[in-house]
């Protein structure tokens, strides 16, 4: 059984910093695409960040230089490092973890319970 654990979500000024982490179990890690997706009330989920197994990563223009993305294959784990936050960013963010053959198909993956990240003005 799949189970995506996330962590790291919470309350932060604009301007402010948070680190999520996401670990992983139930799969083969290094043969998953890993991401990070958010949803805002009344929006869709999307793409904020994705990495595969060879650490090639891609960003949402939104957070591109902002975030970033890594992976511990080891811990099967990864994290998403948010810096210079932003009241848009406030969202509920999802870990997903999609099989390399299915990579730009996230929803035939699996998705974490989601942790609230707020960012205050």
């Known amino acids: 059984q799949v189970q995506l654990v996330e962590s790291g979500g919470g309350l932060v000024q604009a301007g402010g910093s948070l680190r999520l982490s996401c670990k992983a179990s139930?799969?083969?890690?290094?043969?998953?695409?890993m991401g990070w997706y958010r949803q805002a009330p009344g929006n869709s989920r999307d793409m904020v960040a994705r990495?595969?197994?060879?650490?090639?990563?891609a960003y949402a223009d939104s957070v591109k230089g902002r975030f970033t993305i890594t992976r511990d294959n080891g811990k099967s784990t990864i994290y998403l490092q948010m810096n210079s936050l932003e009241p848009e960013d406030t969202a509920v963010y999802y870990c997903?973890?999609?099989?390399?053959?299915?990579?730009?198909?996230?929803?035939?993956?699996?998705w974490g319970q989601g942790t609230q990240v707020t960012v205050s003005s």
């Open positions: 990495i595969t197994p060879g650490s090639s990563t």
């Open positions: 997903n973890a999609v099989h390399l053959r299915h990579g730009h198909f996230p929803n035939l993956g699996s």
């Open positions: 139930g799969i083969i890690f290094s043969d998953n695409v």
